[in-house]
């Protein structure tokens, strides 16, 4: 079986990644194709068979040569059947069949699990994780998602919306709206969209002197890395907003981390990019609001993966959630 590849899939709302991964977690061939959302998304798992077969063809492959197919979609999702509940950017409908779909389409047997758990799991197969196998990842992009890993294994609860990190309450009342109909979510405030809200916000206040609003004057728009390369460069009104993200945050994981004690939190996705000028932030706040124990034995670090993350979660799902290999 050593000489088999596995197929991981990261589905997104405008792009798939896919990848011909071997048993040991390393990358043979990779590439993406746009998510077509049309017609209530029926045309996703068609483009993605299509696409493997196309693919092996160009690499003079077969298709005995393959083990099966993880996918990361966006979601809750039920572990067991492989139903995905309530995507609207996707098309579908409430209980969408995904793995009943995707096997039909694919001839190969399927798992599907929400994309931030393939992720987290990314991380600890081959990434920053090192082989933790009690860790918690937080994916800071365009919203917030999360994986939490316990004893080497998601952490589904019992509707598959567990971890679902960005939807912790930050500001208990009142708080900006969140896509998910709640107010004061982490998601608001922690995300990148959340960062250049909290900006514009202070912005708007015509006496603070900030040099971001040379950006919003000349661009129209100002975007989470404009903040944190402002930040960088010591602009009084970036740090704040900083400061207030890097709280909420800190917080945030250092509930979740006294409730689970894990081994490592690592931060991934666009935000977490900002590098040092957060992570300092986060980790400072994390210090004062932990358990002592928690504190010392929980280590905060950057995910390494980047977008190969979600590829070889979704891999590690076929090969770890079937009797294939």
């Known amino acids: 079986m050593a000489d088999k590849w596995l197929v991981g899939v990261d589905l997104g709302g405008t792009t798939t990644k896919l990848a011909f991964i071997n048993v040991y977690g390393e990358i043979i061939h990779k590439w993406e194709i746009p998510t ?4 209530e998304g ?3 798992t068609i483009n993605i068979a299509k696409s493997i077969d196309q693919t092996l063809e160009e690499l003079d492959a077969s298709k005995s040569k393959l083990l099966g197919i993880g996918m990361g979609a966006p979601g809750p999702v039920n572990l067991a059947t492989g139903v995905v509940y309530k995507t609207v950017n ?7 069949p995904l793995k009943d779909l995707l096997e039909v389409e694919t001839t190969l047997p399927a798992v599907i699990d929400n ?14 994780g090192n082989g933790a196998k009690d860790l918690v990842c937080v994916t800071l992009g365009t919203g917030v998602g999360g994986g939490v890993i316990a004893n080497g294994d998601i952490v589904q609860g019992v509707s598959g919306a567990a971890g679902e990190i960005g939807h912790i309450t930050s500001i208990p009342f009142g708080g900006a709206l969140c896509g998910c109909g709640k107010t004061g979510c982490l998601e608001t405030i922690a995300s990148a969209t959340g960062i250049v809200r ?16 040379d950006i919003l004057i000349s661009n129209g728009k100002i975007s989470a890395k404009d903040v944190f390369d402002h930040a960088r460069n010591g602009d009084e009104m ?13 917080l945030a994981l250092a509930n979740i981390a006294n409730t689970l004690n894990p081994e490592k939190i ?8 900002a590098g040092d000028v957060l992570l300092n932030i986060v980790k400072s706040n994390f210090e004062k ?11 905060i670090t950057l995910a390494t993966l980047g977008n190969d993350a979600g590829v070889i979660g979704a891999a590690w799902l076929i090969k770890n959630k079937t009797s294939l290999i």
Do not use: Q
Not at 120 to 126: I, P, S, T, V, Y
């Open 36 to 39: 077509d959302n049309s017609d």
């Open 42 to 44: 029926k045309n996703i």
């Open 90 to 96: 996707l098309g579908w409908k409430d209980h969408y």
């Open 115 to 128: 994309d931030a758990n393939c992720a987290a799991l990314g991380e600890m197969w081959k990434g920053a």
């Open 198 to 213: 909290l900006a514009n916000e202070r912005l708007g206040d015509e006496e603070i002197n900030s040099s971001l609003r």
């Open 238 to 250: 970036a740090l704040k907003v900083l400061d207030e993200v890097g709280m909420h945050l800190g």
């Open 266 to 273: 690592v931060l991934g996705g666009g935000v977490s990019k």
């Open 289 to 299: 609001f932990a358990f002592p124990r928690v504190k010392e034995s929980t280590n």
